[in-house]
Every structure is written in C-alpha cells, then in structure tokens.
C-alpha cells in the first residue's frame, strides 16, 4: 500500500498495488482517504515479463485508456498504440509510436503522428541527449520544428 500527500503533509490519495510471481504489478486501486475508489490500473504480461497491456479506468469504472505494447523477436518495443477515450463522449484519441533501434540495441527513434525524438549516445552507450521535433505527418516537406532537448552528463571517477 502506498500512501501519497501532498506538500502540506495532507494524505490525499492511497494506491493498493498487487503483483504477479514474477513481482510485475498486475493491479492498482487508488483511492480517497476516505475509501472512495477514484481510479484503477490493470496490467498485462507476456511469459518474457514484457509488458503487452496496460488499462486506466476511471472512477465511474470507465475506461480512460489503454496502450498496448508490441515486441520484436529480441524483446525490444516497436509500436505502442495508445487509446484516448475521451470522457462524457463515445470517442477516442490513438496514437502510434514506432520504436527504432541501431544495431547496438539502442533506442535511437520514437515516431508518433506529432512528434519525433532521436536519441543520441556517447561511445560507451550512454545516453547524451534527446531532441524532439514536432512534425506534420500530412506535409512530410515541413520542416521540423524542435520542441525539446535534453542534454546528459556523466562523471567518471
């Protein structure tokens, strides 16, 4: 049980987590301090462990959203197809993001319908920075425009 509060040391919310024999969490109720459930999250594995399903309801017992995991024969992630449902309405928001990966086993590229982010490392494969792009799918002509960047450090001693 994780108990979660806020910056003046309010509890606000409770999560009830609950695990498989191979310790991936399966199930997380959140819920008010009073009980009131207010939220649940259901995961799905594969017998490699691998995250395939994971599904956010809301606290009317709706679904909020789903992402489903799909992987390659050496267990990397290609596409992810996440599902918006979009509350008070029947419909939906998907997205699709394409993992691309360099020979090393490197995540280099994730592609959605908006956004593109490469990933660049050092000669010891280490992350060094992430750019991302916003991109316009329809006008592949478009230049991309960054929207992001994020540079990391490392230390040796």
Same mark, same amino acid.
């Given at each position: 049980? *994780?108990? %979660?509060?806020?910056?003046?040391?309010? !509890? *606000?919310?409770?999560?009830? !987590?609950?695990?498989?024999?191979?310790?991936?969490?399966?199930?997380?109720?959140?819920?008010?301090?009073?009980?009131?459930?207010?939220?649940?999250?259901?995961?799905?594995?594969?017998?490699?462990?691998?995250?395939?399903?994971?599904?956010?309801?809301?606290?009317?017992?709706?679904? !909020?959203?789903?992402?489903?995991? @799909?992987?390659?024969?050496?267990?990397?992630? *290609?596409?992810?197809?996440?599902?918006? @449902?979009?509350?008070?309405?029947?419909?939906?928001?998907?997205?699709?993001?394409?993992?691309?990966?360099?020979?090393?086993?490197?995540?280099?590229?994730?592609?959605?319908?908006?956004?593109?982010?490469?990933?660049?490392?050092?000669?010891?494969?280490?992350?060094?920075?992430?750019?991302? @792009? !916003? %991109?316009?799918?329809?006008?592949?002509?478009?230049?991309?425009?960054?929207?992001?960047?994020?540079?990391?450090?490392?230390?040796?001693?």
């Amino acid at each position: 049980k *994780i108990r %979660v509060y806020n910056n003046q040391n309010y !509890l *606000i919310e409770t999560e009830n !987590l609950r695990y498989n024999e191979k310790d991936n969490l399966i199930e997380q109720i959140i819920q008010e301090p009073g009980g009131t459930i207010i939220g649940k999250v259901f995961n799905d594995y594969d017998i490699y462990g691998k995250l395939i399903e994971h599904i956010r309801y809301g606290q009317d017992g709706r679904k !909020l959203r789903s992402i489903k995991n @799909f992987y390659d024969q050496n267990g990397k992630k *290609i596409v992810e197809k996440n599902i918006e @449902f979009l509350i008070n309405s029947d419909e939906s928001r998907k997205i699709n993001k394409k993992f691309t990966y360099d020979r090393k086993g490197n995540l280099i590229r994730i592609d959605d319908k908006y956004f593109r982010t490469y990933y660049f490392y050092d000669d010891y494969n280490n992350l060094e920075e992430t750019k991302t @792009f !916003l %991109v316009d799918s329809s006008n592949p002509s478009v230049q991309e425009i960054i929207v992001a960047k994020t540079v990391y450090r490392f230390s040796f001693y």
